[in-house]
T-cell receptor, first 113, second 111 residues
Framework: DADVTQTPRNRITKTGKRIMLECSQT?????MYWYRQDPGLGLRLIYY???????NKGEISDGYSVSRQAQAKFSLSLESAIPNQTALYFC????????????FGPGTRLTVT | QKEVEQNSGPLSVPEGAIASLNCTYS??????FFWYRQYSGKSPELIMS????GDKEDGRFTAQLNKASQYVSLLIRDSQPSDSATYLC???????????FGTGTRLKVLA
């Protein structure tokens, strides 16, 4: 099945460490997204990308960076992790040619101690 | 600031009843609307998309869109305990490929 995968699924790290979350998709979609979800705050957009040459900041990009290594791969980095970056992180994909429906990966639970 | 509003709930309905979930949005030019189901600790799962005024049915689910009132709803017929989850409403911004999500309505179906 065409899918969106994320690694790792769970990660505990210490304050100040650099960490990378990876996302891959086999849906053939052109757009990819990174969101974080905190209790009571809903999904908030961190970064989004139309293709490998197009990277855009979302509403909460400070403290994060991304890389679109290929059409199917989109990585999120926390350069120096801090405790308030503890959250559930989701990668998502969409494609205008396929109704703009957005599909989510299984998520990464990140804890920064 | 474009917004999508949902009642946080919980909305409790008995098994077999119809659950009605509502969502309002602020950007009147929006054209694409989506409903997701999210179980605790899991990722959002797309239930339905709707783009035109009126009703769209898929199995036990019916999405309703009224662009004049800036209102979109989701009806779940014959609700089952397995439908207990948080339901997220999402609106795609016109002219961009960004989506605005509501904070979700928690549904509890009582056996």
């Amino acid at each position: 099945d065409a899918d969106v995968t994320q690694t790792p699924r769970n990660r505990i790290t210490k304050t100040g460490k650099r960490i990378m979350l990876e996302c891959s998709q086999t849906k053939g979609h052109d757009r990819m997204y990174w969101y974080r979800q905190d209790p009571g705050l809903g999904l908030r957009l961190i970064y989004y990308s139309f293709d490998v040459k197009d990277i855009n900041k979302g509403e909460i990009s400070d403290g994060y960076s991304v890389s679109r290594q290929a059409q199917a791969k989109f990585s999120l980095s926390l350069e120096s992790a801090i405790p308030n970056q503890t959250a559930l992180y989701f990668c998502a994909t969409s494609d205008q040619q396929r109704g703009d429906e957005q599909y989510f990966g299984p998520g990464t639970r990140l804890t920064v101690t | 600031q474009k917004e999508v509003e949902q009642n946080s709930g919980p909305l409790s309905v008995p098994e077999g009843a119809i659950a009605s979930l509502n969502c309002t949005y602020s950007d009147r030019v929006s054209q694409s609307f989506f409903w997701y189901r999210q179980y605790s600790g899991k990722s959002p799962e797309l239930i339905m998309s709707i783009y035109s005024n009126g009703d769209k049915e898929d199995g036990r689910f019916t999405a309703q869109l009224n662009k004049a009132s800036q209102y979109v709803s989701l009806l779940i017929r014959d609700s089952q305990p397995s439908d207990s989850a948080t339901y997220l409403c999402a609106v795609k911004e016109l002219g961009t490929y960004k989506y605005i999500f509501g904070t979700g309505t928690r549904l509890k179906v009582l056996a």
